[in-house]
Each structure stands twice: as C-alpha cells, then as structure tokens.
C-alpha cells in the first residue's frame, strides 16, 4: 500500500507507528520488489521475516516461498495481520505462520530450521539491527542468506574495508559476504525516519572456527577494538595483560605493521592474530 492507503488503514483499524519498537512502515512498492529480487527466493525456500508489521513484505514473500515464518512482537499488529489473513481467506497466504514474540527470542530449532535450511529477509527496526544480525550470525542453526533493510550508515559500516574497519564490520564480514544491494531514500517509509536506509545482502554465512575458537576470537578482536585512538600494540597489551613488546611480536609475526591500529585490520588479519596467540597459549601449557 502507498503511503495515502498506509495512513487510512491506520487510522481505520485505530492503529499508529509506535517509536519505542522503531516501527517505520514501508511504502516503496520498488524497494518491495528489489528485497525480494535480492533473496532470490525459491519455491522450497523457507524464510523467517522479522518485524512483520502490516503484511506488506510478508504477502511479497508469500508468494514466492515455500513457508514464510513472520515474526512481530507488536501484539495488536500480530492479530492485526492474523484476522486480515483469516478474513480473506487467502490461499496464497495459507504458507505464513504468525508469531507474536520477540525476534530476539525466536528459536530456528524449535520450528525444525536447520543450518542453511532458511533465509532471514527483513525490514529490521533500527533500534535492534545489531543484536539481530549478531543473533542469527552466531546461531548454531545460521541462515543460508540474510537480506536486511537497516540504516544506511550502518550497511556502510558493515561493508567497510581495512582502513575504515570496525567492530561490527569484522563481526558481520568473519561469518559472511557482504554487499549493498540498493540504497533507500528515507521517504520511502512512513513515518519518515531522519536517515536514510539500505538493503544489504550476506551471503555465504558459515564459521570457520569451533563454538570456543570462536568466543576466543572475539575475545582477541574486542581487545584491538578497547581503544579506538590507540594502536593495536597497546590494545593486545593491555587485554591480553601481556608486555608491549610481546604484543608487538605477535603483531610483526602476522606481518602487520608495528604502529597499525585495529580500524587497518581485515578478517584475515584477525585470523592469523588468533591463530598466533594461540599458538602461545599452548607453548605456555607445554612448559607448564
């Protein structure tokens, strides 16, 4: 529905955006399309949206996929969709299943979702993106694909390259591919929010690292990160409670340079650093 219809439906149904759960409702029929398009969605697809508002994604979704699992923990949006559903008796929505829960708490084993046996496609509200991205990228059940409409800003960050790296960024690039499939114009939603939005696209979702390699990981990047204005030498110095000069031989033994700071680092980058300081820790416990 265009933004005209968007606004009677609301006002019909006594129904308003509520900012406390960052709801912004799309009204952009194209960018619908380019969300879809992006997911390449499948006869057998399974997809889990998140935020499912209105209806107006999740009919798109319905009629390309296999089985459309919408999450929306508004409840009177929830039952809002459920009646509309139910009233219309819509054969080619009969494959939606509504859950009124919160994201965050949504468990793909419970729903038999297995490891790259769904996609996650979503308008996520701004005030969750990190934690959700973070959720699904850390579930033991990943996504096969994740198309997701966030802040411009923070698709940009997601996407940064070494040089302009950040936590985020090697959190999201670690578990997948990542690309900017189109930008959004702010007046595509109502509400208008101040910013504007992006569609970004991670593919490729998988770990390279065991459960507890992986928490070391993160472990290692978050020291580089502590201190933005400090070099990476300081940073492992004082997380690992190490020497500087220990640190700066770690460093020199990933072949990076002495004085880079954490922002300079790729993936890769990160992935030697751990793999040397474990190296040591095990040296450590054969001398032990």
């Not at 070494?162 to 189109?182: C, N, R, T």
């Not at 992986?214 to 990047?221: C, D, T, Y």
């Not at 880079?260 to 416990?285: H, N, P, S, Y």
Request: charged share 30%; proline share 3%.
């Amino acid at each position: 529905m265009n933004k005209d219809e968007l606004i009677q439906f609301l006002h019909q149904n006594g129904l308003w955006a509520k900012r406390s759960m960052g709801q912004n409702f799309l009204v952009d029929g194209e960018v619908l399309a380019k969300i879809v398009e992006a997911a390449d969605i499948q006869p057998t697809d399974t997809i889990v949206e998140i935020g499912s508002g209105l209806g107006v994604l999740t009919k798109e979704l319905s009629k390309s996929a296999g089985r459309v699992i919408a999450i929306e923990k508004d409840d009177i949006l929830a039952q809002v969709l459920n009646d509309e559903i139910r009233m219309r008796n819509d054969e080619q929505m009969s494959n939606v299943e509504i859950l009124n829960q919160d994201a965050l708490e949504f468990n793909p084993e419970s729903y038999k979702l297995k490891a790259g046996s769904y996609k996650l496609v979503a308008n996520i509200p701004y005030n969750i993106t990190s934690l959700i991205i973070r959720k699904f990228l850390e579930e033991e059940n990943k996504p096969e694909t994740m198309v997701l409409l966030v802040q411009k800003e923070v698709a940009e960050r997601i996407i940064a390259e070494p040089g302009d790296m950040s936590l985020l960024a090697v959190s999201v690039q670690f578990y997948a591919e990542a690309e900017i499939v189109a930008t959004v114009p702010k007046e595509s939603f109502f509400p208008v929010p101040k910013v504007d939005s992006a569609i970004i696209k991670l593919s490729a979702i998988s770990c390279q690292l065991s459960a507890n390699e992986e928490k070391s990981f993160f472990r290692i990047v978050k020291f580089g990160f502590a201190a933005r204005r400090k070099t990476l030498e300081n940073n492992l110095s004082a997380g690992m409670h190490i020497p500087k000069d220990s640190a700066r031989a770690i460093i020199k033994k990933a072949g990076l340079e002495a004085k880079i700071r954490a922002e300079g680092l790729g993936v890769e980058d990160w992935i030697r650093l751990f793999e040397i300081t474990k190296e040591g820790c095990r040296g450590e416990k054969r001398e032990d």
